[in-house]
């Protein structure tokens, strides 16, 4: 089904009802292939039937998810994606789905909700922090950073912008760079960006509301130093753009 192979698959599943008549698991590959094939009300007809019998089955709620974004339903796919999790709280592939929804649709509060349930359950995993703190793209007049910034998960805070997100994305930036021994570019780009930020929101206040600037000093030469080693030809590049956000001589 994979390899959109669905006559092989057909087959194959054929082979499998003789062998194991009743099994369940054979059910979910007959409803996954009714899918395949795009058979929408097919599918959900066999999903449901499947849920008569155990109706916290995971794989098939799940499927459910999926049966319904694939049909442009991103409002149903919401609303079971929050049904599913009420349930199974611990699900962090089914928190990151909805995050990445809730982000696509530009919901970036609801998002970040997602990415805090996200970072308490698994507090050592870099993306997750990365993706709560990042944006997809930044600002339009760093053209080099957009390009840097255009892979991976799209981000939440730095978007909602505001002084309290900044500086809350910047500490996360900060957490993903320390969970990475320093060698994630993104989030010391994120921290230089927030720095930036943070520092044009502030202007005349007294210095005492003003952040050390330690941290983003750290940040602009570790990423000086990782561009002499592996792209020495954009290091030019990289000095004009620090140079402009003010982080290097």
């Given at each position: 089904?994979?390899?959109?192979?669905?006559?092989?698959?057909?087959?194959?599943?054929?082979?499998?009802?003789?062998?194991?008549?009743?099994?369940?698991?054979?059910?979910?590959?007959?409803?996954?292939?009714?899918?395949?094939?795009?058979?929408?009300?097919?599918?959900?007809?066999?999903?449901?039937?499947?849920?008569?019998?155990?109706?916290?089955?995971?794989?098939?709620?799940?499927?459910?998810?999926?049966?319904?974004?694939?049909?442009?339903?991103?409002?149903?796919?919401?609303?079971?994606?929050?049904?599913?999790?009420?349930?199974?709280?611990?699900?962090?592939?089914?928190?990151?789905?909805?995050?990445?929804?809730?982000?696509?649709?530009?919901?970036?509060?609801?998002a970040a909700f997602c990415y805090e349930e996200l970072i308490l359950s698994?507090?050592?995993?870099?993306?997750?922090?990365?993706?709560?703190?990042?944006?997809?793209?930044?600002?339009?007049?760093?053209?080099?950073?957009?390009e840097k910034l255009e892979s991976g998960m799209q981000g939440v805070l730095?978007?909602?912008?505001?002084?309290?997100?900044?500086?809350?994305?910047?500490?996360?930036?900060?957490?993903?760079?320390?969970?990475?021994?320093?060698?994630?570019?993104?989030?010391?780009?994120?921290?230089?960006?927030?720095?930036?930020?943070?520092?044009?929101?502030?202007?005349?206040?007294?210095?005492?509301?003003?952040?050390?600037?330690?941290?983003?000093?750290?940040?602009?030469?570790?990423?000086?130093?990782?561009?002499?080693?592996?792209?020495?030809?954009?290091?030019?590049?990289?000095?004009?753009?620090?140079?402009?956000l003010k982080l290097s001589s």
């Amino acid at each position: 089904m994979d390899c959109h192979c669905l006559d092989v698959a057909q087959d194959c599943i054929k082979v499998l009802q003789k062998k194991f008549p009743e099994s369940k698991r054979v059910g979910r590959l007959e409803a996954m292939l009714l899918e395949a094939k795009g058979s929408w009300a097919e599918a959900e007809k066999a999903y449901l039937s499947l849920l008569e019998d155990n109706p916290l089955d995971q794989v098939i709620l799940k499927r459910r998810v999926a049966l319904t974004k694939a049909q442009g339903n991103i409002s149903g796919a919401i609303q079971r994606l929050i049904e599913y999790l009420e349930v199974f709280m611990a699900d962090h592939e089914a928190w990151r789905e909805l995050a990445e929804i809730y982000v696509s649709l530009q919901m970036y509060k609801q998002a970040a909700f997602c990415y805090e349930e996200l970072i308490l359950s698994q507090p050592m995993i870099p993306l997750y922090h990365l993706a709560y703190a990042d944006a997809d793209i930044v600002l339009d007049c760093f053209e080099f950073l957009e390009e840097k910034l255009e892979s991976g998960m799209q981000g939440v805070l730095y978007t909602l912008g505001g002084l309290e997100n900044l500086q809350t994305a910047k500490k996360y930036y900060a957490s993903t760079v320390d969970l990475t021994g320093g060698k994630n570019n993104r989030a010391l780009f994120g921290v230089c960006l927030c720095t930036f930020a943070v520092a044009q929101l502030t202007k005349g206040r007294n210095k005492e509301d003003k952040e050390s600037p330690e941290l983003q000093s750290l940040s602009a030469a570790a990423l000086e130093k990782d561009y002499k080693l592996r792209a020495p030809s954009k290091l030019s590049l990289l000095g004009s753009t620090l140079r402009s956000l003010k982080l290097s001589s």
